[in-house]
């Protein structure tokens, strides 16, 4: 809830260090939070550090756009100097995630050089970070809990694609499906191209069945407004009118960086989805970018492109919130297990 910020400062007192990750950084900041958007959030904003592809504006829209989980928004200060707006989506019962996670590469939340972790470990909530395409690996931390190290696959585009994947044995199968996909049409960035990749992709991969994950609204809001800056490209392959797949690509840097992706499964005899990541391989070529980057966290992206860095996953939670919850999942698991026992008691035979 708002805290009645005011009297914010433009920059840090000569004093306060931007480089100052310790614990006693964390206890000099002061965290107010907002459950809708304030004006006082856009001041905040226009003192920190713009990502390229995500401008404050983007950062604003993401905080405000309606789904159907919970947002709020945290302003975290030093003095009086705006560190640090932190947006979380509601993930579970206990559990957050920064607006952006996943959508926009590059970035957690805006915060000033130094104070990225700082700020997280503030917030003193549960929260599920993403340390996708950020700078280094993440800095050390007490509330960090369950580093998942990911390697990614990229490769730049002045190499030879083919050249790779025949290493990789896959050229063969690149080829094949060219040939099956011959009669097919791209189409860049088309009217609706983007809604329509990211809904049949969580259509096909949302967890249960038939519901919309509460992040869709926000990815469609992103790369939409992303391709209206030329900073997000969505590709599709049609069949006469009909599309069978298509892909969501960012621009970060001069690097293009793949999203989500989905296919017809009616055309999986024709392999369009190898089809779609060939040429998507292709326009990032022809239109300069430096590297495609693939991403990880899938066995058939190596086939693509080589290993070159990696990403990471990361909870920060507070000591007493991660206590609460591995008490919680041990009554979880005792109770499974006695409800077990009760069944194979009624169960097995006299």
Known sequence: MYGGVSGLMA????????????????????????????????????????????????YRLLAQNPTSAEKRTALVTTRGVPVA?????????????PVTQ?????????????????ALE????DVFVAWWRVEGPPPPSRMMRHLERTPVHRMRCSEDFE?????AKYFKTVQHKRNRCRDFALAVNSPG????????????????????????????????????????????LFDGERPVAGTTNTVHGNDLVAGVSCRDPDYDWHGVGVRIIDLVFSFAAEQGFDTMDIGGGHAYKKHWAPQEGARWQFNICPSSL???????????????RAVRSVRRVHTEPD
Not at 122 to 125: A, E
Not at 322 to 336: D, N
């Open 11 to 58: 920059a840090p007192p000569p004093s306060a260090s931007l480089q100052d990750t310790s614990p006693r950084l964390r206890r000099r900041l002061r965290v107010d939070w907002f459950e809708s958007w304030h004006p006082v959030l856009d001041e905040a904003l226009e003192t920190l550090p713009e990502a390229d592809n995500c401008p404050h504006e983007l």
């Open 85 to 97: 707006v932190a947006c979380l989506r509601r993930m579970g019962s206990r559990l957050w995630e």
């Open 102 to 118: 996943w959508l926009v590469p590059g970035i957690v939340v805006p915060a000033r050089p130094g104070y990225l972790m700082p």
């Open 122 to 125: 503030s917030l003193r909530s």
């Open 163 to 167: 050249g790779y994947w025949r290493e």
């Open 193 to 236: 191209a983007a809604r329509w990749v990211i809904e049949n992709w969580d259509a096909k991969w949302h967890d249960p069945p038939g519901t919309v994950g509460s992040s869709i609204p926000d990815r469609i809001l992103a790369v939409e407004y992303l391709e209206e800056l030329g900073k997000h490209h969505t590709l599709q």
């Open 322 to 336: 991660y206590r609460a919850k591995q008490v919680s999942k041990l009554k979880e698991r005792l109770l499974r």
